[in-house]
């Protein structure tokens, strides 16, 4: 196990790099799912200032005008978008010319549609609802609505085209001013004389969008956005049936939460609306992050099976583990929440928003319910399902209302709302709970028996691998090692070792036995009895790429080489296995591992144990030491050229336990081991940096006696010692850090991350530029002794064996020095690339520190 996979700070981007460099790359989605979100909260905390304000300023019945004109707006003006902004959004990415006359095309198509719709409701209303017509407040403020229905639809098109030109911030710009303008404006005509009427505030409302479209429009133009505005009808040919299954979808979205405030005002009264509706904006903003969270997912994985798995998994944790505690403390505090508004407020509708807290689940299960369908392509269906969900939901409100008032009718929804829910959540949980299909184990004949799921630490380094290289040996051929393999596989067919590692399922997959005879002719290369070079064999694994072998082994020469995967342990389970096999292949035995308990739980017992009992330690706890900041410099073309180079000495160790109870008692040798290596690089040239380094740490340390883990438990924290010359400053940071235990924290929050971003399956690419001047960035890796190799059959003395642990992962400016100690002997290795540092001057840095370590610290101290 070596430091640079434990921290891959040094390494390429990958998934192990933490969570912003995870989420690298993507950027633009995630700045415009931010920027839906932000619009969100926004118009939310805007619109409880906004009906607040208007409490306290008009009359009730003015209120309830307004509120129902607002849902007419909302209502009408979402029907006449006519899924053409959700259609913009899949469009227009694909689009290089004339975007904006589609844009215009649909804004202009979306107008007119919802202008007619205004009209329809205005005579619908005069006709057979008296309840609505009396909410109009005459002729002016009637006129007022419809075009207020008309300018809504328009902006909702706008502010979607923006989402698709992956422009969200500007739509968030135009929602804000949006916001803070009709609030200004409520608050100018609030101190004007007389009595405020529903037609003045819908004039605040109708204000804002036109004035907020217009400061859009100037920012448009002074960034060159728009090439040109000529709308054409031609535009939308071909284009007709996606629009309308999306439509289906948005009215599904909307039309409840839109028409429920209508229909409160038609069956009771504009009084009782105007209770209800505020009580309905409270509970808006909790209602908005799932419908905002499901667009962003058709965004982001439009078409993408593969990828909508995760994004799901993490949309229902953001919506259910942020939103759910929040509507429980809505339900508990309903009626001083509608106090805020005034004594009316909470007698009528504080019950009404306790029932209405208790909706959020259903609510949130029904939007990822059209999220999936729209990436799925399943529109249709979804659609005339979510439409007969949403008249249910209205004609459960309307008997509701009628039998037993304003709490009768928002329980009616929260039931049919449940009944959906129950409905719509399999399709969800399938996508959440999907297993992964390693198609690969099919295409190549494996028959796999069964599979084992890796655990979150398994998980947490499948990207990563390491390789061990032994030798010279005697009596040790490729062929005895497939046949110790296939014993040990006849004794124990889920061992590990003899699994298949499947990387996109997270899986070790159990394989029967005749697959698993091709399988260990494939994991295990004959380079013949010939000479070898033993360093020439662990580049070679190292150039190899990731595959379904957890153990890939190379036998030549009397050399056994090793790359085993991360996954399945770190130095401790490594070496136990190395031995197993060497020794069973020169006795011609089957191989025999025991097997071993899996401890799910003992990292959070560990961490329970070091801080849950003690929060006098959580502060320190939750305090992690952070790499410096990497700062801009110079860079030149790069590429990848992982090697290693060896040296090892069987009298040094004798020499550093001298000068350490001279100069430094009680400093461990691996600490004299890394100041040695730093100080011979900056003898030789180089300039390492010296803001700190990347130490391993076993944190077995705080297990309970008796608890072994028989995977990785490590985790490479960064350290700053005083001086990276200084064994003593080495010595006393690396201990100082492991007394507070707060690896553990920072191997819980990896876990935790794996449970919501997925299996990290392999690393990212290598980048293609390396500072022109590079700075060494070290890793630093002690496995301790290797004594439990000592009795292999060495064909040489310990002064001549070959015990090499590389890893297969580094950063372009990294250097990773990794040492172990074997019946004796220093081993050392240092990994890097060949094409960022000269590998003569790196191996001439390990003789220095084979031959006086003593000499190059003291020319520092």
Known sequence: MTATEAAPRHAAPGPASGILTALKGHVDLFLNAGSLMATTLITSLFGFAYW?????????????????????????????????????????????????????????????????????????AHLWIPGLKDAFGGTAATALLVAGIALNAMTLVLDEAMVGLLQGPLQ????????????????????????????????????????????????????????????SARLLRGRGRAT???????????????????????????????????????????????????????????????????????????CLGG?????????????????LFGAAYATTA????????????????????????????????????????????????????????LNGLVTAVAVVMAIEMVLVAPTVLRVVFAP?????????????????????????????????????????????????LIGLHTADPTHRAVSRLDRSGANWQHM????????????????????????????????????????????????????????????????????????????????????????????VKAWWKQFGLHPGRWKQGLSFPRPPHTEDVPTRPWQANLTVVTARSGGVLGDMRLWRDQYAPGVTTSAITFAAFTAALRDLGFQPDLRGGTFLADARRYLDSGVSVDSNFCQG???????????????????????????????????????????????????????????????????????????????????GRVNQSVPTLNGPEGITLTTSEMNGVLHLEATFHSTTYDPAVVARALELVCADPAGLIMAYR
């Open 512 to 603: 029967d036995a005749a697959s698993f005879a091709r399988y260990v002719t494939e994991a295990v290369t004959d380079l013949g009895h010939g000479p070898v070079d033993f360093d020439a064999m662990t580049r070679h694994l190292q150039a190899e790429p990731r595959a379904h072998h957890p153990v890939r082994i190379l036998v030549g020469g009397g050399y056994f080489a090793m790359k085993v995967a991360h996954a399945y342990g770190d130095a401790g389970p490594v070496n136990a296995l190395v031995h197993e096999l060497v020794q069973a292949a020169y006795e011609g035995r089957a191989a025999r591992i025991a097997p071993s308990k899996r401890h799910r739980t003992a990292l």
């Open 323 to 339: 939103g759910l505690p929040v509507s429980l403390v809505v339900l508990l505090l309903a009626e001083p929440i509608m106090s």
């Open 172 to 231: 968030l710009m135009r929602n804000a001013w949006f916001s803070v303008i009709k609030l200004v404006l409520l608050g100018l005509v609030a101190v004007l004389p007389g009595t405020l009427t529903g037609g003045e505030l819908l004039l605040t409302w109708v204000a804002g969008v036109v004035t907020s479209t217009a400061i859009l429009f100037r920012a448009l133009r002074r960034r060159r956005m728009i090439d040109s505005l000529r709308p």
């Open 52 to 124: 607040w304000v208007a409490a306290h300023v008009a009359p009730l019945e003015a209120v309830g005008q307004a509120s129902a004109a607002v849902s007419a707006m909302t209502l009408i003006g979402t029907i006449g978008m006519f899924g053409m902004g959700t259609m913009l959004i899949s469009e227009l990415p694909s689009i290089s010319r004339g975007r904006w006359d589609l844009i215009s095309t649909c804004v202009l198509a979306a107008g007119t549609a919802a202008t007619t719709g205004g009209l329809i409701y205005v005579a619908v």
């Open 350 to 405: 504080g019950g009404a928003l306790a029932i209405l807290a208790l909706t959020y689940v259903p609510f949130v299960f029904h939007h990822f319910f059209l999220a999936i369908s729209r990436v799925n392509g399943s529109l249709r269906g979804a659609g005339v399902f979510s439409v007969f969900a949403g008249v249910a939901e209205l004609l459960a409100a309307w008997y509701g209302g009628t039998q037993h008032g």
């Open 244 to 318: 309308f299954d999306h439509n289906l979808l948005n009215l599904a979205t909307y039309l409840p939460r839109a028409a429920l405030p209508l229909v409160v005002t038609a069956v009771l009264s504009a009084e009782a609306n105007a209770a209800f509706y505020t009580a309905f904006m409270v509970l808006s903003f909790l209602a908005m992050v799932p419908g905002n969270v499901a667009l962003t997912l058709f965004a982001v994985t439009a078409g993408d099976r593969a990828a909508l798995r995760g994004k799901v998994r993490v949309g229902l944790l953001i």
């Open 717 to 799: 924290p960064f350290l700053s010692p005083p001086s990276l010359t200084d064994p003593v400053a080495i010595h006393k940071t690396l201990k100082a850090e492991l007394a507070t235990g707060r690896i553990l924290t920072m191997m819980l929050l990896r876990e935790g991350k794996i449970m919501l971003t997925g299996t990290p399956g392999m690393p990212d690419p290598y980048p293609v530029t390396v500072a022109a001047e590079p700075k060494p960035r070290l890793t630093f890796s002690n496995q301790g002794r290797h004594d439990v190799l000592g009795d292999l059959p060495w064909a040489v003395g310990p002064a």
């Open 436 to 484: 992964v299909i390693d198609k690969s184990a099919v295409a190549e004949g494996v028959n796999v028996m069964s599979t084992t799921s890796l655990t979150l630490r398994e998980r947490a380094w499948l990207p990563l691998e390491y390789i061990r290289t032994v030798g010279p040996l005697t009596g040790v051929t490729a062929e005895r090692v497939r046949n110790a």
